[in-house]
């Protein structure tokens, strides 16, 4: 560094030499050695020293929390007007720090205490000076700081060790941000609770006393859920919405860190500025939610769903609206657009055991009929959210048998019209796909005809699909029980199940299709024997293990309806009402696993 | 669907309660460490990636340290040898510190009182009562980690009156911070 050297009056008084060597303005080797020689001269310069460079160190970490605070809503400001970050502005606000830095300080200086202001005003009076030589230039444009491009700095800078296995893979360009200290000055020997733990359901916490239950305060530092969901509302104002396993530190009431996992964050007005950080990366919200998806150490997505949110990587920040997506790689240097999926993400503690085990498994369309008797529509969750009218007959609000607290059912008692939830393309299913239900079967053992769960039968092609329940009587067999399960692709088989059903029962019963067409039937949990019938065939046979063309069922392009068979143009086939109960209905595109089936069983126990 | 827990959750418990005394233990002391290593490393960004690999190897090798005995000496004397690699890398800088004060001065930093947390606040507050050209001074400095001829480009000045004059800042906020905190701060001036 050629600089000038310093007033030699330096040479006499060592804090000036202690300020030339940490600003790095003490070049000569003359003045160096002088430097040197005083701190070895005694353990008492050496100290005088280390005080000088703790002030210089601790100016560091205080000037640049300073700074970082700017960009966002202060906690503790008084009036409601506060600055928001205009998003599509981001990258000139972060140019023009300066001119931000300085409105704050004159503010500031008002309030300026007489001593330090009268210190200030002699070094100003000696710059004044030689600005009266040369007119003072705006400053080159300058490349964003480092510090500035990931703002959630750890407020406990130890939450680097919660990664500290990943570190020798890291380059150590990001591995920067943790050692810039921490953004919150807390007084570490008691940090005070920044969070309180809401709902959760099914959660099991990495936590060695054990439960962490509803309204408990949380302190900042990691936080691992191994498994559930939860919520937990930070003292700032956001909410952040928890599927295990997922692990995260708390840095203050309005920063996380997600370290692996997923999460969605919901945060109003006043909160604000609520900051996530990820890898090298951090989520500033602007009064959003959105989803954070991360999978393997550091990379993540990230999903807005609604509002919008500052995504801020390592060297600049993009804006993000409502409805968009970007992946980002562990080091916050690169980010790509990608399809944005709200429902990968699960948006509110689930309120049974069942719900989360359905959800979990991302279902298509999942109606939990838990709507009270007053209600004429029910709602469906999963990526079709859909609300359908309950037709004359068909009453909500019935008392379920299910042990869940606060759960309704479905009645239907006589003829009655179902529930009609239209066509969807979503539901036009034929291969690859499963339905599950929990019923309470028909009062009577003797059926002459099958009573259906939920069917999309069509004619004109026959098409479509039901599960439901039949008997001997429509198997033509005392081969089958007197009820069992039964699922039909209308003009093309039957399977029925050869294990049987009491009536006014409670069960679990599920279908499931695999992506060759093979039938799976499932009475509580367990994949049960069973037997298909088609248009050709004479009798039932075993469900083969590979399906011939002629057992492929046909796409309905009609509606889907719960409880019965949607009306027949032509008559051709009854309604086939349900009577009984029908409740948390699921249909998934996808075929799910005998171990999925089993644990949405058992989750439906608790 | 939780299960009982079986051996290795137990271990993993064990380990998790370590850790937690590892993130209290440097989050108390980390400052101090990174002061040492900035004392004697100028270069701000040179002395960050000194503080991760103190801070990988403090962790690494937490299972070695004796807990009955003091940590911050311990973790500086990682530091320190952390510190003499990358001064060793860097030997062309002829005004580096030689291996005998690198020592020293982690010694003296070992001895310094930990009560960092209520410095930071004071220094906090102090710095919101400066006058706006100090402040941009000091943003300049600590922010922007600009040079000095590239701070008296900013302010229109020369590098040795921004030198000065970043010294004088730093005299009135200590005294401030004195005057807070009411302790002896030995700094000179």
């Known amino acids: ?606 | 669907m939780s299960s009982a827990p079986e051996h290795p959750s137990e271990t993993a418990t064990e380990r998790f309660a370590s850790r937690r005394t590892l993130n209290v233990l440097w989050s108390q002391n980390h400052l101090m460490v990174l002061g040492y290593i900035r004392s004697v490393v100028i270069d701000f960004h040179m002395a960050d990636d000194v503080l991760q690999e103190t801070a990988a190897a403090v962790a690494e090798r937490f299972d070695d340290y004796d807990s009955s005995r003091p940590f911050l000496p311990w973790a500086l004397g990682i530091a320190r040898n952390k510190v003499l690699v990358t001064l060793r890398a860097n030997s062309r800088d002829r005004c580096v510190f030689d291996h005998e004060l690198v020592t020293q001065l982690s010694e003296t930093y070992a001895e310094l009182e930990t009560s960092n947390n209520d410095v930071q606040e004071a220094l906090s507050d102090c710095v919101t009562h400066l006058h706006r050209r100090a402040r941009k001074l000091l943003e300049l400095r600590y922010v922007r980690d600009l040079p000095a001829n590239a701070i008296a480009q900013a302010t229109g000045t020369t590098a040795g009156a921004a030198g000065m004059a970043l010294h004088r800042i730093r005299k009135v906020l200590r005294d401030c911070v004195q005057s807070k905190l009411g302790t002896a701060m030995q700094g000179g001036d």
Request: glycine share 8%.
């Open chain 1, 1 to 606: 560094m050629a600089t000038p050297p310093i007033d030699t009056r330096a040479n006499d008084d060592p804090a000036l030499l202690c300020s030339a060597y940490l600003d790095g303005t003490l070049s000569s080797e003359d003045d160096f050695a002088i430097f040197v020689s005083w701190l070895k001269s005694s353990p008492n310069s050496r100290k005088q020293f280390a005080h000088a460079a703790m002030l210089h160190t601790n100016l560091q970490v205080v000037m640049q929390h300073n700074d970082m605070r700017e960009f966002f809503v202060e906690d503790n400001l008084a009036d409601a007007s506060f600055r928001m970050v205009d998003p599509r502005n981001i990258r000139m606000m972060l140019d023009e720090a300066a001119e931000a830095a300085a409105k704050e300080s004159k503010k500031a200086a008002r309030e300026a205490a007489a001593i330090a202001a009268a210190a200030a005003a002699e070094a100003e009076r000696l710059q004044a000076e030689e600005q009266r030589n040369a007119r003072p230039r705006r400053p080159p444009p300058i490349e964003i700081p480092r510090p500035l491009a990931y703002l959630a700095v750890t407020a406990i800078a130890a939450s680097l060790f919660f990664a500290v296995s990943s570190w020798k893979e890291r380059s150590s360009y990001q591995t920067q941000q943790a050692a810039v200290g921490p953004a919150k000055i807390e007084p570490v020997a008691a940090p005070p609770s920044i969070a309180t733990v809401g709902k959760s359901i099914d959660a099991v916490w990495s936590n060695a006393k054990g439960a962490i239950g509803m309204g408990a305060r949380l302190m900042p530092g990691p936080v691992r859920l191994d498994d559930g969901m939860a919520e937990i509302a930070l003292d700032g104002g956001a909410r952040v919405i928890l599927e295990g396993p997922v692990s995260l530190d708390l840095l203050s009431s309005g920063r996380v860190r997600l370290t692996q996992g997923r999460m969605v964050a919901q945060v109003p007005e006043e909160a604000i500025g609520f900051t996530v950080s990820a890898g090298g990366a951090s989520i500033v919200d602007l009064g959003t939610e959105f989803g954070i998806d991360m999978q393997r150490e550091g990379d993540f997505g990230v999903h807005v769903l609604d509002g919008e949110v500052a995504l801020k990587l390592k060297e600049r920040a993009e804006p993000l609206l409502a409805g968009s997506a970007r992946a980002v790689d562990a080091s916050g240097l690169v980010s790509r657009e990608i399809e944005a999926d709200r429902h990968t993400f699960i948006r509110r503690v689930p309120a049974s055991s069942y719900e989360l085990a359905i959800l979990k498994s991302r279902p298509t369309a999942f109606w939990r009929l838990n709507e009270f008797s007053n209600e004429t529509s029910v709602k469906s969750l999963g990526s079709l959210e859909l609300s359908s009218p309950a037709g004359a007959g068909a009453h909500t609000g019935a008392e379920s048998r299910r042990s869940e607290a606060d759960n309704r059912a479905l009645e239907l008692l006589a003829k009655h019209d179902g529930i009609n939830v239209g066509y969807h393309p979503g539901l036009a299913l034929a291969n690859g796909f499963t339905i599950e239900a929990w019923v309470v079967t028909p009062p009577t053992l003797e059926l002459p005809s099958p009573k259906r769960i939920i069917s999309s039968f069509s004619e004109s092609p026959d098409s479509g699909f039901a599960l439901g329940v039949a008997g001997h009587a429509f198997a033509g067999s005392n081969d089958f029980p007197s009820m069992t399960l039964l699922f039909t692709f209308y003009g093309v088989y039957d399977c029925l199940a050869k294990v049987g059903l009491r009536p006014n029962n409670m069960y679990h019963v599920a279908a499931v299709v695999d992506d060759q067409g093979k039938p799976s039937l499932f009475i509580d949990g367990e994949l049960v024997p069973a037997a298909v019938r088609g248009l050709e065939w004479p009798g039932y046979r075993p469900v083969p293990e590979i399906v011939s063309s002629d057992m492929q069922g046909l796409i309905s392009r009609g509606p889907l309806f719960i409880g019965r068979n949607p009306p027949s143009q032509t008559g051709i086939y009854p309604p086939e009402s349900w009577i009984g109960q029908i409740d948390e209905v699921a249909v998934f595109d996808k075929a799910l696993s005998e171990e999925d089936i089993q644990s949405h069983y058992q989750a439906g126990l608790r």
